[in-house]
């Protein structure tokens, strides 16, 4: 099962992809991310796009752990990270060899 599945109430936690709200709007997009941040998840999608919130403190989200966790991955598969983001374009450039800049 993937981690979306689960039984967790996203009224206190939020949304991992905002195209997910029922209501797209400034406000439920502000209003998702604190309660994400609230939760210690500071990354969120929204489609394709990875969203970074600064916790101003330290987390524990760049472990090796964590790497392994999303490497060869689909994006889904795992809660929203960077790690997934990278990983993503890395399999992407070596399918395409398109070995051009990437903007981040």
Known sequence: AFHWQSNVNVQHVGVDDMVLLSKLSE?????????????????????????????FKQMPYFTEKDMDQYQGAAQYENPPHIYALADNMYRRTIRESNFGPVLA
Do not use: C, E, M, W
């Open 27 to 55: 406000q439920s997009i502000a209003d998702n991310l604190k309660k994400r941040l609230h939760g210690n998840s500071i990354f969120t999608y929204i489609g394709p796009v990875l969203i970074s919130v600064n916790p």
